[in-house]
């Protein structure tokens, strides 16, 4: 899968291959530039509307390139739910979500603070 930084009014043509997704949310941090970010706790608000995700099958570019190569930023799989109630009936898949690069919020951190992909907010 793959952020898309435009609006969904902007995508006129479908993907080659696989789908657009939009309408999710993202609980626990939200997405800024393509990228996960944290919530500050000013804003008192858990749920973010998430951008425009591309799904596919598509196989990733670069999974079997050296790393040597280009420095890969870490990704954190994030489970998608249908409803917040986190159980293994509302469990649909796993995003992959960039993290960002040069700090040190990994993956642990965005797991240790329990961000998910919801369908529904409510």
């Keep these: 899968n793959r952020i898309i930084r435009t609006d969904r009014e902007a995508l006129k043509e479908p993907p080659r291959e696989g789908v657009y997704v939009y309408g999710l949310y993202i609980e626990g941090a939200k997405i800024r530039s393509g990228v996960l970010d944290e ?13 425009v995700v591309h799904i ?17 930023r870490p990704a954190f799989y994030a489970p998608v739910y249908k409803k917040p109630r986190r159980t293994d009936r509302n469990y649909i898949c796993t995003l992959k979500l960039d993290c960002p690069s040069g700090d040190k919020t990994g993956p642990d951190v965005w797991a240790l603070r329990g961000v998910a992909v919801l369908c529904d907010s409510k």
């Design 56 to 72: 596919s099958a598509e196989a990733e570019v670069g999974v079997h390139a050296s790393s040597s190569k280009h420095e890969r």
């Design 39 to 51: 919530l500050k706790a000013s804003e008192k608000v858990l749920t973010h509307p998430m951008p």
